[in-house]
Each structure stands twice: as C-alpha cells, then as structure tokens.
C-alpha cells in the first residue's frame, strides 16, 4: 500500500453525524483539512496497523509527512520481515505519541548498529553505562569519573535524551554551576562571620550567654562550609561527558559531541613560588602563603634536614628521598625492600599506597611513565642505610608483635605508613622546624627545582620525577632558585662588552675621593717633570717607583 491523501472536515448533517470527507464545502481552499494513512507491516501476531496523521492545513505538507513515512520503510528490504517490523514498531509508536516522524539518518544509523528504535535513552542512563563499561580503569580514576556523574552531570542533564543533547544544555549547566558557586561563597562568608561574632562574645553573663545560644542556634541553620567547583573541576566534568560522548559516537548513538565545542575559561595551574626573604616578611606578617604551591631554597631544604637530624627523626630517610628524589607520597609509602638495588644504587617504583576516602589501596604509579627506576646518590644511599638500620632496631624492639609489611618505610611496629597520617606527620615536623609552610607534595617540587637549579638536563628531570612528557616538567617546575637565577643574570650581563660612557656612574661620595686623587696624581707628575728638565735638556722620561696601587670601587652592574 503505497499510502492515501484525503480532505475531512468537523461539520456534521442535521442529525448530528459528522460528514467528513462528504461535506460540500471541502472543495473551499481553506475549509477543512488533510489526511494521510500508510499501511506498516504487520505486527509480531500478524495483526495489521496503518500509521495516520491528521490536521494539516495543506495538502504538500501532507505528503511530505507521507513521504518520509515511506522512506523510513526503504530502510530494509521487503525480505527482513524482522526489520520491518522494527520498523513498523517505531512508526506505530511515533503515530501513538504524535512525536515528529523521524529523521532517515538518524534512523538508518540506529537500524544498522542494531540500536532499538522505539525505546531512548538518556544522557543520566548512557553516562552510568559508559561508567560500567571501564573496567580497565583505575580505581582513583573511576572514582573521579563517579562523582562528576553523580554530583553534576546527572542532576543538570541527566534527563535529557542523549541524541537531544545540545551545546546550550552544557553551556547551561555550566552557567549553573558559577552561579552556584556565587551562593556558595556568600554562604561561606556568612557562616565565617558569625563564626568569629561568636569568638568575640565573652563567656561570663547572662545577656552574654543568651546571645551566644542564639547565635549558635542561627550558625546550626546555616549550610555547612562548602568548597566551590573551581576552574580545574569544571574543565575535568568537560572532559568526562566530552569523553562519554565520544563513545556514544563510537557506537553510533549520536553523531554530534556536544561537549567538545563548550568553551570554558582557561584553568590556570597555581605557580610554584620560591619562599624568598621578602615573602617570609610578608607571609609572617598577614599569615597568608603568596601561592599555594610553595617552593624552599636548597638553603631551606638543608635546614629542614638538618633539623629532622637533630631530633632523631626515624623517617629521615623517607623525607630525604622525597626531598633530593622527587617520590611522590604514595610512592614513598610503597616502597618495598625488594624495590632497592644495593649493587645499582637504584630504586624501582613499581607500586604506591593511595586513598580512597580514607581507605588505603595498594596499585601500580599514576602513569605508565611513574615505573621508573630512580638512581640514588652517594648521599641518599647511606641514608636509606641508616634507615634500614634503624627498622632493624625497631624489629628486635618489637618482637613477635612486629609486622613484616616489606615496606621500607613503615610505622613503629613495621605496619605500613597511612599516606593521610604521613601528611600531618610533615606538616608538624614543618611547624616544628620555625620553617615557612610548605605541603609535603611541595617536597617534590623542591626535587625539581634542586635538579634544576643544579643544570640537570630537563628530560633527565623529568624521568626522575615519571613524568610522562617533558612539557609537563618545564610547565609545572620551571621555578629555579633566586640565587642560580641572579648568577644566570651576571652571567649575561658580563658577556657583552660596556664601553666606558655606558659603565654606571660614581656616586657623589666616590666621585669627591676620585676627584682627589686625581688632583694628587696630576701635581705629582707636574712636580716630577719639573724636577727632571732641570737636570736634563731635550726628551725627558720619568718613573715613579714609589708610586702606590689605588684600588678603585668595583664597577657595579645593575640588576
């Protein structure tokens, strides 16, 4: 059946019975409207149905519908009778819900991948089976990926169907998500403030006590501390639903990625400062670090060494490692007896201890790149002695109740080190040591900038540190010490010739003592060829053998 046009109208006979397509007024242009009726294939029970669209105004726009029903028909051929009832599915469900008849693209593509056709699925439903479907993923990573989909990705695009997916809905959300920010902070500000009202009432009083009670009760009322979705978080929920999508793509659910034409402001990772003089004057005066990522000077670094020396500090040897090696926390805390090699001077990073939550799990280095062997020093290799030493002491100590973890650097009793407590545990040992803050990941940048700061070649850095692109070495770590930059600055200055009119002037003390000496100098000579053309006629020589080396300043060169 190739499908029929027809004209109906609403007007009814003197008996009440609606003429439809006999009403004489039907040949009026504008009376009535247009009709069409296609026959599907049968249903799985061979029972028929026809799909039927009414109510247009004209009858080409009635027939383009016609035409598209028919053409979704050509999808198969007339031989795949489980095809065509596929498709004789969708179009009955289309015709049911009065949706718009599909698109033949869209369509074919589901068809051909084997996706169903009268069923859609969501943004929300796709993102948890894309989720399910990592199983080669780490933990930590999947984790990530968890909580992008669970706190934001479902709660602002989760119903919409995935092939309706647009760039203004993610433009949408993330619009969404400043602006909660902005109540985030506000709500921060307020709980902050009546925080420190509550410290500045006194404890004594009736009127004191009462007021405090209040202000406790309006502070219980108040959101809790929350942190908002920064820059770096919003361009990595980018980068899951951008690479959700590109599977879906992958699949044929879709044929757009939405995501990867949202702009977002750049993410610009924090600076890695060096603690100068003038920034311990300052931090010391208002308390606050000039970045997050703070850097010591090799100056610093020996203090700090020299102070977990001085107390005995039975992890030395971990901080020592991490300070002139760059190991990251996880990998310190992992790293097994068996991972040293005496004869090569040598470390293999081959597994760390990480969280999840507070959950310590055991796996392989963030990257591929993290496997790495890492050479020791002379320096570092007789402190890893020492250490070794040290837990043998422990052992005997301890006795049967020793725990034989394997680990090089462990608890007291042998059990391994709790990446979270090895944290507090530095930020103490900091606070102690009278040093400016600094994170114990910050550790690993003063490796860096030491390494660097010595003239170490980057890429050798940068496979000390397992990073897995040198890019990332000269991005993050590029901080070299003031004093290694100030002798790269007189370095420079000192290769280009200065002739005398461009030498930096005298200031006014020294020009009066130049000035008599010059004087000096000048009616010493005149005196001295006097002297000589009395007692000689013609060509006069004269030396002063008695005549003193002036040591004049040292010529200054601006920084």
Same mark, same amino acid.
Not at 34 to 56: C, S
């Given at each position: 059946m190739n499908g029929t046009i027809?004209?109906?109208c609403g007007c009814r006979d003197a008996d009440g019975k609606q003429l439809n397509g006999s009403c004489s007024k039907l040949k009026q242009r504008q009376h009535g409207y247009?009709?069409?009726?296609?026959?599907?294939?049968? *249903?799985?029970?061979?029972?028929? +149905?026809?799909?039927? *669209?009414?109510?247009?105004?004209? +009858?080409?726009?009635a027939e383009n519908d016609l035409d598209k029903v028919r053409s979704l028909l050509t999808i198969t051929n007339k031989d795949d009778t489980e095809g065509r009832r596929r498709l004789g599915d969708l179009l009955e469900s289309v015709a049911a819900s009065k949706d718009a008849i599909p698109d033949y693209e869209t369509t074919k593509r589901k068809f051909t991948t084997g996706q169903s056709l009268t069923t859609h699925i969501t943004v929300g439903e796709w993102l948890e089976q894309w989720l399910a479907g990592k199983n080669a993923l780490r933990k930590k990573g999947k984790d990530r990926y968890e909580n992008d989909i669970r706190l934001h990705l479902k709660p602002q695009i989760g119903h919409i169907r995935l092939d309706r997916l647009t760039v203004a809905h993610l433009d949408e959300m993330f619009a969404g998500i400043a602006e909660a920010n902005i109540e985030i902070n506000d709500a921060n500000v307020l709980r902050r403030t009546a925080l420190d009202e509550l410290q500045q009432i006194p404890w004594k009083g009736q009127e004191n006590r009462r007021r405090r009670k209040a202000l406790k009760e309006s502070i219980a009322a108040m959101p809790p501390f929350r942190r908002v979705t920064g820059?770096?978080?919003?361009?990595?929920i980018k980068t899951t639903v951008r690479a959700a999508l590109n599977v879906a793509v992958a699949r044929g659910l879709i044929v757009f990625n939405a995501a990867a034409h949202v702009e977002l402001a750049a993410a610009k990772r924090p600076k890695a400062l060096v603690w100068t003089d003038e920034r311990i004057s300052e931090w010391l005066r208002t308390g606050e670090k000039p970045s997050p990522v703070m850097v010591w000077t090799p100056e610093q670094a020996g203090q700090f060494l020299d102070f977990l020396a001085g107390i005995e500090e039975r992890l030395y040897g971990l901080y020592h490692v991490i300070t002139f090696r760059g190991l990251r926390r996880g990998e310190a805390c992992g790293l097994r007896k068996t991972d040293r090699n005496r004869a090569q001077k040598t470390l293999t990073i081959a597994t760390q201890l990480v969280l999840d939550g507070w959950e310590v799990i055991e796996n392989a280095p963030k990257t591929d790149s993290g496997e790495r062997v890492v050479v020791l020093d002379d320096y570092t290799d007789e402190a890893l002695d020492e250490q070794e030493l040290r837990q043998e002491a422990?052992?005997?100590e301890w006795g049967e109740a020793w725990v034989d973890s394997g680990r090089m650097f462990t608890m007291p009793d042998g059990s391994p080190i709790h990446p979270g407590w090895l944290t507090d545990h530095f930020e103490r040992l900091v606070e102690l040591s009278g040093l400016p803050p600094i994170r114990l990941h910050d550790l690993r940048h003063v490796a860096a900038s030491l390494m660097l700061a010595a003239g170490v070649d980057v890429k050798i850095v940068s496979e000390t540190l397992g990073h897995s692109d040198t890019r990332i070495?000269?991005?993050?770590?590029?901080?070299?010490?003031?004093?290694?930059?100030q002798e790269a600055a007189e370095a420079t200055a000192a290769i280009v010739p200065r002739g005398a009119a461009r030498r930096p002037k005298p200031t006014t003390g020294e020009q009066a003592v130049l000035d008599q000496i010059a004087e000096l100098v000048i009616d010493k000579a005149v005196a001295d060829v006097a002297e000589a053309a009395v007692e000689q006629d013609g060509h006069t020589m004269a030396t002063h053998e008695g005549a003193k080396i002036i040591a004049f300043p040292p010529r200054r060169v601006r920084a």
């Open positions: 027809s004209k109906r247009w009709t069409f009726v296609q026959e599907l294939p049968p *249903r799985e029970d061979e029972t028929r +149905r026809r799909f039927r *669209r009414t109510g247009y105004a004209k +009858r080409k726009d820059v770096s978080t919003q361009h990595r422990e052992r005997l070495t000269r991005d993050i770590y590029q901080s070299v010490m003031p004093k290694a930059a």
